[in-house]
């Protein structure tokens, strides 16, 4: 049989012996292939649940809000602040846990009340490979990772995200705004928008991946190196130059590097 094939088969095993689940529903790639996926097979049984809060961008939250009233799926908002969260502000390494912790906690209470008892979040395999003190949480709080006991990889979901035709096989990799953070650089509602409001400005100049790291006054650009020659071009180099430094930033520059995730664990000492 098809190695894809088993892994999804034994993805909707897992599913099914769950009975119920309320998906951790961000829009990516991940979330949105084991939300169809669970919802196909349990019908009103497989809810969402989306958090609004600082870090998540609006265009990412609109897009959750639109999946899931096209395919019919119940979708749960829950309100966050995690700037109030004790020590997340402060961003230590640990920053991802602290939030995690308290971010499932309140989504554990809010599908509790829908009579639904299993959280899963969408990890796949490939998370396994980087500095992810979330996954602690995770464990701590009892969440399933359905993606991970099936198998299946970052190619893998895209593969089948395609196969069942949804628009997000293809759709960029993303984190939580907080990650463009250096750890121990305070984290504020200003500077969140900042990235935010230029991540946007980069992706409607047609740019795919896309990362802005902000250090103190300083942009640093993380594009994928196919895509350094247009940002080079003068117009386009220019418009975004002055664009950032019109939202605060004092300087901005592009990482030589190109792209990659969980850059701010470089150097990390754990």
């Known amino acids: 049989m098809d190695e894809l094939l088993q892994k999804k088969i034994k993805l909707v095993e897992y599913l099914k012996k769950l009975g119920s689940v309320a998906v951790a529903f961000s829009s990516g790639v991940d979330s949105t292939f084991l939300l169809k996926t669970a919802h196909d097979l349990l019908g009103d049984n497989a809810i969402a649940v989306t958090a609004r809060s600082y870090s998540f961008p609006k265009r990412e939250l609109d897009d959750s809000v639109a999946f899931c009233k096209a395919e019919g799926i119940n979708q749960i908002i829950v ?3 995690e700037l109030q969260i004790d020590g997340f502000k402060e961003n230590p390494p640990d920053r991802r846990y602290i939030c995690k912790k308290a971010l499932f906690t309140k989504m554990l209470a809010a599908v509790s009340e829908q009579g639904i008892f299993h959280l899963v979040e969408g ?3 490939d998370d396994d490979g980087d500095y992810r003190p979330g996954h602690r949480a995770i464990a ?3 969440i399933k990772s359905p993606l ?4 299946l990889y970052k190619a893998d979901i895209r593969a089948l995200s395609k196969q069942l035709g949804l628009p997000t096989w293809d759709k960029p990799s993303f984190a939580c705004l907080s ?3 250096p750890y121990g650089e305070e984290i504020t509602k200003e500077k969140l928008a900042m990235v935010e409001k230029a991540e946007e400005k980069l992706l409607e100049l047609g740019f795919r991946q896309v990362r802005v790291r902000i250090h ?7 594009i994928t190196p196919a895509e350094f020659e247009k940002m080079l071009c003068p117009g386009i180099s220019s418009y975004v130059n002055d664009y950032l430094q019109k939202l605060g930033f004092l ?4 990482d030589l590097g190109g792209y990659k995730t969980g850059n701010m664990n470089k150097g990390l000492t754990l």
């Open 216 to 222: 103190a006054k300083i942009a640093r650009i993380e």
């Open 79 to 81: 309100e966050t602040d």
């Open 251 to 254: 300087y901005v520059t592009m």
């Open 140 to 142: 701590e709080l009892g």
């Open 179 to 181: 990650s463009r953070f």
């Open 123 to 125: 990890s796949n395999v």
């Open 148 to 151: 991970r006991e099936a198998g």
